[in-house]
Structures are given as C-alpha cells and as structure tokens.
C-alpha cells in the first residue's frame, strides 16, 4: 500500500501551491469541458492500482519514463467553495504517445511502467493531487492529460488540461475550439519542481459551473 507516501506528498503538494479561496472572484468563470476523447480506458482495462501515483505501478520495479509531474489543485464551485468527496480521475499517454486502451494500436510498444489512468478523491477543502509525467504529444495532438471529475451524485464533468506557452496549442483543432479568451481557463504552467523525487510541479483549479452548490445549466 502506498497511503503513506501519497499523504506525505498530499501535505507537500498542500504546502507549496496552497492559495486562499478568498483570492478568488466573487463568481468566478468555470472551466470550460472538453472533450474525454476515444481513449478513457474502462475499469476492464485500467491496473488493479489506478491510484493517483501513475509513475508507480505495484507490482512493478521500473519508474514509468517521461519527466515526472506533481499535479495538484482545487475542485471549487464559481463562488470559490470547495467540492468535497468528489472523485477526480485524470489519463494520459505514455512517454512513447501510447494510451492504456485496447483501441490505441499505435506504432510503438506501450510503457509498460506507466499507470495510464489514475484517480484521487477531493477532501473538505476540495484539493486533488497526482504524480504523474509531463504530458507528451499524440500523433495529431498538443500535449495534454485528461481529467473527470465526478461530484457525489452529480453527471461527471470532463475537460483537457493543457501546458501553458505550448506552441503546439496553436494548431491544436481542440484547443482552437475554446474561445481565446477562455483558454486560459484550461492551461497550466508547469515550473521546475521543489518537491522531492519530481521534476516539474503543476497548480490547476477545476471551477464547476455551480454557485452555493448547486449546478448550473451549461
């Protein structure tokens, strides 16, 4: 079990990108939804450890390759409140631009050391954390992950996480669907990391398109 080591480094996330809910606006603009894509594996394809550490496999003794991420942030709704208990799930391809789903029949092999899809559940305060890699192209894409987020009893709402200053971005068929000036709603700069065992941190707030709890019409 890796419990241990994932709420040390919870605190450690918690620490270094922790930012008061009062720096927010009033009504703040929620995060536009993207698209989940072809590639969300199904529980059937997902590794018996689908926890929010994907760099790690149990079981595995290799480190999965790529530059690795610490991911952390808040689920809020527009007033600034933080969503508890909701399920945060993120995927993404490998270092080599292949997915974990039977239907990515990709040129080259898989990594066979990277979790492909993982998952964290927001506390009181509405934070998430996972360690993963910085995101790499896919054929025909910029660099981006995936992420759901599944609020208790609510339909999961889905976006694209992508790196701020990409220049892939600027042919990217997906991104360009989001007005520009909402696009920073959806990008996050990855900085060199202080985190121990990471290379690079990244801080992304999901606003969920609800006021005082309760959901808004898209």
């Known amino acids: 079990m890796k419990d241990p080591v994932n709420r040390r480094r919870r605190d450690l996330i918690i620490g270094m990108l922790a930012m008061p809910v009062s720096g927010l606006a009033a009504v703040a603009e929620s995060t ?5 894509g072809p590639f969300y ?3 059937g394809m997902r590794f018996a450890d689908d926890d929010n550490d994907l760099v790690r496999i149990a079981g595995v003794v290799e480190q999965a390759g790529g530059e690795v991420v610490e991911l952390g942030g808040r689920v809020l709704d527009r007033n600034g409140n933080p969503v508890s208990g909701a399920r945060v799930e993120i995927w993404q391809c490998d270092v080599k631009g292949r997915y974990l789903h039977r239907g990515d029949s990709g040129g080259g092999s898989r990594d066979k050391a990277f979790q492909g899809f993982g998952h964290d559940t927001t506390g009181a305060d509405g934070r998430y954390s996972f360690r993963t890699i910085k995101p790499v192209p896919y054929p025909g894409r910029t660099p981006h992950i995936h992420i ?3 609020p208790p009893g609510e339909e999961p709402f ?3 996480l992508y790196i701020a ?3 892939r971005n600027d042919t990217d068929f997906l991104y360009n669907d989001i007005p520009p ?3 920073h709603l959806v990008t996050a700069a990855f900085k060199e990391s202080t985190i121990p065992g990471s290379q690079q941190q990244a801080d992304f707030d999901i606003i969920l398109n609800r006021t005082d709890g309760t959901p808004q019409d898209s």
Do not use: I
Not at 32 to 36: L, V
């Open 32 to 36: 536009p939804p993207g698209s989940e």
């Open 158 to 160: 889905v976006t694209q």
């Open 181 to 183: 000036d909402k696009r």
């Open 165 to 167: 200053g990409e220049e």
């Open 41 to 43: 594996p199904t529980a």
């Open 148 to 150: 759901a987020v599944l």
